[in-house]
């Protein structure tokens, strides 16, 4: 059986500096997985007819338009070394991409950039990463900002790690599955990474709710560290028995998982495959979530799997 391409969307519309950056970065990072998996790329672009050029009358034709994104699209494909095959199409980039992610012949996953907004003005402009990432049901690789720019050479690597955030709990199940599934197709290391402030700060709040005074705190924060490295332990065991060596790091310093999930992505790895549950919209403009703070952060492509795929 064939294996699935790789959909790699992206705005080839803009030419400005940082949109040459994105492009550069996004087409590094479907190179080297399509190399590594074995496998074809489909590359998308998706025309918004919101720009089409109006200025002066008759100037433009869009047979022309069309035409010219065409070209632009095939000299950007003939530019990986893997098989390439080029879709131009009109309308949503996020609907489009969705639309092919539903196929029957749905892609091994989706690569796509994104600027970063933030706050009000990113809500009203909306995100199409954050779109296809809450709707897709197939894992999507988002290059972030930082990414962008530091645009690193992960091919060169000697040995291929890639980082596993985890909340032990089932928002994480379906991206530890795909991580196992990567990294043995891959040949990659893996690491396990939990950061245990986010429960021992809950374990505080409730206490002081409660009116109970916690003269047993320190016990208690014990208790969850042994709980949480027993866990990473056998969640470590099954990757090594089905061959992919694998370690893990429990975080207990006064780190919150946004904060700390960043600062691991630093020790050298190739990929993050992390999962989200995929909250809404509104909540996510206005107070960020793990997943979206370490595809803004992280120096390396961020693959994010929904808790539902």
Same mark, same amino acid.
């Given at each position: ?86 879709? +131009?199409? $009109? ?33 009203? +402009? ?36 890639? +980082? ?45 709710? $409660? ?59 190739? +990929? ?38």
């Amino acid at each position: 059986m064939p294996q699935r391409s790789i959909l790699v969307a992206d705005d080839i519309e803009n030419q400005t500096d940082s949109g040459k950056r994105r492009s550069q970065a996004i087409g590094s990072a479907a190179s080297f997985l399509a190399q590594r998996l074995k496998t074809g790329i489909d590359l998308l672009y998706s025309e918004d007819l919101k720009a089409y050029p109006s200025g002066k009358p008759g100037s433009f034709r869009f047979p022309a338009w069309h035409s010219a994104h065409q070209q632009r699209l095939e000299a950007l494909g003939s530019q990986f070394t893997v098989p390439v095959s080029c879709f +131009l199409k $009109s309308g949503s980039p996020a609907e489009q991409i969705l639309k092919v992610l539903r196929s029957r012949s749905a892609p091994e996953l989706v690569v796509v950039g994104t600027q970063g907004r933030k706050g009000v003005k990113r809500l009203l +402009l909306g995100s199409v990463a954050e779109e296809v990432i809450r709707h897709s049901k197939r894992p999507v690789m988002v290059i972030g900002p930082t990414a962008q720019e530091m645009d690193r050479d992960i091919s060169g690597q000697k040995q291929q790690k890639i +980082l596993v955030p985890t909340d032990l709990g089932k928002n994480s199940r379906a991206a530890e599955r795909y991580a196992l599934s990567l990294a043995k197709r891959m040949g990659a290391s893996v690491t396990l990474f939990h950061c245990l402030w986010d429960s021992i700060y809950a374990i505080m709040v409730n206490t002081a709710y $409660s009116g109970m005074a916690a003269f047993n705190i320190g016990e208690i924060i014990a208790e969850s560290r042994d709980d949480a490295v027993d866990a990473m332990k056998r969640k470590a065991g099954f990757f090594q028995k089905h061959g992919v060596p694998c370690g893990y790091k429990v975080e207990d310093k006064a780190l919150t998982s946004l904060c700390a999930v960043s600062q691991e992505c630093e020790s050298g790895y190739s +990929l993050v495959v992390m999962g989200t549950h995929g909250r809404n919209a509104m909540l996510n403009a206005f107070f960020g979530s793990t997943a979206r703070e370490t595809i803004l952060n992280a120096a390396v492509p961020v693959i994010v799997v929904h808790s539902g795929r």
